[in-house]
């Protein structure tokens, strides 16, 4: 299920124009899709590592080392949380 764009994302596509906000968190420098990884997720969904270094500018291998690394922050925070809930994964 795609989820709804930001109100600034829909402002540039129905106006056909690129995002100049680049303080944006969401800002990337990839014009086909007005500068926003907002509209690139709403228009794709899912990616695969080539697509997102594409959109980023970054190597293969860069992608998939964030990747890694944000999959463990989370599990580190999931482990955090389930521990002061009392609830162990054995």
């Known amino acids: 299920m795609r989820s709804k764009i930001p109100k ?6 129905l106006n ?3 995002c100049e906000k680049k303080d ?14 907002k509209i690139s ?14 959109r980023l500018g970054i190597s293969i291998p860069r992608v998939k080392q964030i990747e890694t690394k944000a999959l463990m922050r989370l599990k580190s925070i999931l482990a955090n949380n389930n521990d002061s809930l009392g609830v162990y994964d054995w």
């Open 8 to 13: 600034c994302s829909a402002e540039c596509i």
């Open 16 to 18: 056909n124009t690129v």
């Open 24 to 37: 944006c968190r969401d800002w990337i420098d990839y014009k086909k899709e007005h500068n926003c990884s």
């Open 41 to 54: 997720i709403y228009l794709h969904g899912r990616m695969t590592l080539k697509q997102i270094a594409e």
